[in-house]
Nanobody, 116 residues
């Protein structure tokens, strides 16, 4: 099982980024897939998930309305479109196989820094 995130970087406040997560080694279409973020000095925060059918299943209150999760089953890829970024969004973003406490595999993550 492998999950590899990309798309992170430095962005100015108010900017946008799209993260990708390429999955391999398991039946991607058979699992809910999620995004988790970990900010410096804080625990992991479950922020979004998408169902096996490709429908958004969960957004945390902190990202709802600003982030959009999607998946491309043909390419085993998960996406997270992030808009209106603020400094509070600075964190490492990881994708995980599963939903909520059921996440059983995670990638290494990609770092996002929101700074002017």
């Amino acid at each position: 099982v492998q999950l590899v995130e990309s798309g992170g970087g430095v962005v100015q406040p108010g900017g946008s980024l799209r993260l990708s997560c390429v999955a391999s080694g398991f039946a991607f279409s058979a699992y809910d897939i999620s995004w988790v973020r970990q900010a410096p000095g804080k625990g992991p925060e479950f922020i979004s998930s998408i169902s096996r059918a490709g429908k958004p299943k969960y957004y945390s209150p902190s990202v709802r309305g600003r982030f959009t999760v999607s998946r491309d089953k043909a390419n085993n890829t998960l996406y997270l479109q992030m808009n209106e970024l603020t400094s509070e969004r600075t964190a490492r973003y990881l994708c995980g196989r599963g939903y909520g406490v059921g996440i059983d595999r995670r990638g290494q993550g990609t770092q996002i820094t929101v700074s002017s």
